[in-house]
């Protein structure tokens, strides 16, 4: 495996696990940052694959089960 392709893959790795502790600590921040980047991606003008993406990076409007008032209180992030 070349040093390249190695050094993409530990990047995409400690991404996908920074990208996880944050939504695990700051639910409310990773939820508000994700909807920008989706609206930023929906703006008029843009192509319309990336409206697409941008449709599909769109967070839930509403909290599920498993969500804050549930009363599961597994994140301790309802407090």
């Known amino acids: 495996m070349s040093a390249l392709l190695q050094g ?3 990047a995409a790795v400690v991404a996908w696990a920074a990208l996880s502790l944050l939504r695990q600590l700051w639910p409310r921040g990773a ?3 994700q ?3 989706s609206y930023a991606l929906e703006r008029e003008g843009r192509p319309a ?5 941008g449709f599909a990076l769109r967070p ?7 969500a804050c008032g549930s009363g599961c209180s597994s994140c301790k992030a309802c407090k």
């Open 60 to 66: 839930p409007m509403q909290a599920t089960q498993a």
């Open 31 to 33: 939820w508000q940052a």
């Open 35 to 37: 909807a920008r980047v």
């Open 8 to 10: 993409l893959v530990v």
């Open 49 to 53: 694959w990336l409206k697409r993406v």
